[in-house]
């Protein structure tokens, strides 16, 4: 048996994949974070925020914010895949 071992983290990473829960939570750890991302005056307006499927949906309570960010979404995806480490945004949504 000459098998190198795994650490704990690389398996937990390789399980995470296999069963399809690494963008689950990605989505978590975006969620959580999106004040810290984003700032705090994006953040007092923002009514909610969920990943799904690659898609990042995204509510404002502010119709002005909202357009600004319409018009900077490349940006954001941007910034958001490199905060999380990866491309997990591939759309953003803004309601």
């Given at each position: 048996m000459?098998?190198?071992?795994?650490?704990?983290g690389?398996?937990?990473?390789?399980?995470?994949?296999?069963?399809?829960?690494?963008?689950?939570?990605?989505?978590?750890?975006l969620?959580?974070?999106w004040?810290?991302?984003?700032?705090?005056?994006?953040?007092?307006?923002?009514?909610?925020?969920?990943?799904?499927?690659?898609?990042?949906?995204?509510?404002?309570?502010?119709?002005?914010?909202?357009?600004?960010?319409?018009?900077?979404?490349?940006?954001?995806?941007?910034?958001?895949?490199?905060?999380?480490?990866?491309?997990?945004v591939?759309?953003?949504l803004v309601?």
């Amino acid at each position: 048996m000459s098998q190198d071992p795994e650490s704990l983290g690389d398996a937990i990473t390789r399980l995470l994949e296999v069963y399809g829960l690494k963008n689950k939570l990605k989505g978590v750890e975006l969620e959580s974070s999106w004040a810290e991302i984003v700032g705090p005056m994006i953040a007092k307006y923002t009514q909610e925020v969920k990943l799904k499927n690659q898609t990042l949906i995204v509510k404002f309570n502010s119709a002005p914010l909202k357009q600004e960010v319409i018009m900077m979404k490349s940006k954001f995806i941007k910034r958001l895949n490199e905060e999380l480490g990866g491309e997990y945004v591939k759309e953003m949504l803004v309601l």
